[in-house]
């Protein structure tokens, strides 16, 4: 199977080829920890999770490696822990900031894992790296790419040629689209941080250029060297990170000689009900939320992927309660599977979905495809391998109301009552209400059987009770 993905830094479509089949290496720029993850946080994992899902299975499951970093260095998780500490929480301020990280990666592992997304190979935390980012950030300075001034030090983006390539944009455009800050410790207005100082009340690592901390934007490049190596394979992320911080990322990789990623991938943006998702529309809400108004993990993850990545996505009231409706019947079949997970086989159109730039909606066609042909165990493998299948049926879709057994029985019975009183009407009225619910029916001289059949819908069944 070949793997075509589209890279932002060439604009095409390309058939993918590792630097080494036997360690696939990606990296995806992960979250700041400062508080709960919003619905448009879970794009980029759950696109991410697919490829990664993707390329186990073309390369074997431990010929991934997969790394999404935690940056838990912010001014906002030093509020809550300045705000806790001044409400009189016990604790140093460091340990009142790590209590607020440590909390905040607690409940995106449960969010995530509650969308069904794997968990990459390597969670680094910036704080982890402070080292490796100062090292690099000497580096940079001794081969005349960045600076030190005032207790800061600066990346020369007028000392890389190719900075903008990757967005497209020229750094000229960029000084006029005015997203630079001019300050006096910067030779160049598009020169950015790659370590300030702290002040005394904040969290500060001793450094060359006196106490401080790290840039954002560093963290990415030092950790990604770290634990993937100078050159690997992809790295991914929401298109609002393009520009600035993945150029500067490139940036500070390439001028410290490294090969940096061979491959991009952006993520659209998510809207709500054709609004962007914003505090002050009213429409903010995040993964938790959902969850605790009774939204599935898998039906956030079905509708998530019923839009290809390169699209803006939607979330829509509508596309829930139909994904949901979906899911229910597929989970309705897929139950019914053998007890061995390797007894379906992937449909080949599916893969060939998946391989095709991650064309998740043309995946999710064919898997409504196979659960109208009704095998269970095939369903269910093709289920699986999207991710809405993973450690047994989810209690949200049980459908024990829909075990067939107990509606083979009332035909029986019926039949039974029937053969005495010549009246077979009832008998009749029923097979045709199941065959109006999808449902086959089968009958010998004892027994009735009954199969789910096209278009089968588990709502009408259970009506049937
Ligand atoms: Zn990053």
């Known amino acids: 199977m070949t793997i075509q993905l589209y890279n932002t830094k060439t604009r095409t479509k390309e058939p993918f080829t590792p630097i080494d089949p036997e360690n696939v290496r990606m990296y995806v720029c992960g979250?700041?920890?400062y508080d709960r993850a919003h619905l448009g946080n879970a794009r980029p994992v759950l696109v991410f999770d697919i490829l990664y899902r993707l390329l186990r299975h073309e390369y074997g499951e431990n010929a991934v490696t997969y790394v999404r970093n935690f940056t838990d260095v912010d001014d906002r998780i030093n509020e809550t822990a300045q705000k806790r500490k001044a409400a009189g929480a016990t604790g140093t301020l460091e340990a009142l900031i790590r209590e607020r990280s440590d909390e905040t990666i607690r409940w995106y592992h449960d969010d995530m894992d509650a969308l069904g997304a794997l968990r990459?190979?390597?969670?680094?935390?910036?704080?982890?790296?402070?080292?490796?980012?100062?090292?690099?950030?000497?580096?940079?300075?001794?081969?005349?790419?960045?600076?030190?001034?005032?207790?800061?030090?600066?990346?020369?983006?007028?000392?890389?040629?190719?900075?903008?390539?990757?967005?497209?944009?020229?750094?000229?455009?960029?000084?006029?689209?005015?997203?630079?800050?001019?300050?006096?410790?910067?030779?160049?207005?598009?020169?950015?941080?790659?370590?300030?100082?702290?002040?005394?009340?904040?969290?500060?690592?001793?450094?060359?250029w006196g106490r401080g901390r790290p840039g954002w934007h560093i963290e990415c490049s030092a950790m990604a060297h770290e634990l993937l190596g100078e050159s690997f394979d992809i790295h991914g992320g929401g298109i609002d990170l393009q520009f600035p911080h993945?150029?500067?990322?490139?940036?500070?990789?390439?001028?410290?000689?490294?090969?940096?990623?061979?491959?991009?991938?952006?993520?659209?943006?998510?809207?709500?009900?054709?609004?962007?998702m914003s505090k002050s529309l009213g429409n903010f809400f995040t993964v938790r939320d959902l969850l605790n108004q009774g939204v599935p993990g898998e039906v956030i993850r079905f509708v998530m992927l019923s839009t290809h990545y390169r699209k803006p996505m939607d979330w829509t009231e509508k596309k829930r309660d139909e994904a949901?409706?979906?899911?229910?019947?597929?989970?309705?079949?897929?139950?019914?599977?053998?007890?061995?997970?390797?007894?379906?086989?992937?449909?080949?159109?599916?893969?060939?979905?998946?391989?095709?730039?991650?064309?998740?909606?043309?995946?999710?066609?064919?898997?409504?495809r196979l659960a109208n042909a009704g095998d269970p165990d095939e369903l269910r493998r093709n289920m699986e391998i999207l991710g809405f299948y993973q450690k047994g049926l989810p209690a949200w879709a049980d459908t024990s109301a829909t075990h067939f057994t107990q509606y083979e029985e009332k035909l029986n019975n019926l039949r039974n009552i029937a053969k005495q009183t010549k009246n077979y009407t009832a008998v009749d009225d029923m097979k045709a209400a199941l065959i109006a619910a999808g449902v086959e029916v089968k009958m010998d001289k004892e027994n009735v059987y009954l199969f789910i059949g096209r278009g089968f819908d588990p709502e009408k069944l259970k009506a049937l009770q």
């Open 324 to 368: 949901e409706a979906t899911l229910r019947k597929w989970f309705a079949i897929a139950e019914n599977a053998g007890i061995l997970w390797n007894e379906g086989s992937l449909d080949p159109e599916l893969m060939n979905a998946l391989a095709d730039d991650l064309n998740t909606p043309r995946a999710i066609t064919a898997c409504h």
């Open 31 to 33: 979250p700041t920890v």
């Open 120 to 208: 990459p190979t390597h969670e680094p935390r910036a704080t982890a790296f402070i080292a490796q980012m100062i090292a690099m950030i000497e580096d940079l300075i001794d081969k005349g790419h960045a600076y030190a001034k005032d207790g800061h030090a600066l990346f020369r983006v007028r000392s890389y040629t190719e900075y903008g390539k990757l967005s497209g944009r020229s750094v000229d455009d960029m000084i006029a689209g005015a997203r630079v800050e001019v300050a006096p410790f910067k030779e160049d207005p598009m020169d950015f941080v790659l370590w300030k100082p702290s002040t005394d009340d904040l969290p500060g690592w001793d450094s060359p």
């Open 246 to 276: 993945h150029e500067n990322e490139i940036a500070q990789s390439k001028c410290a000689g490294h090969g940096f990623a061979n491959v991009w991938l952006h993520n659209e943006m998510l809207q709500v009900e054709g609004k962007k």
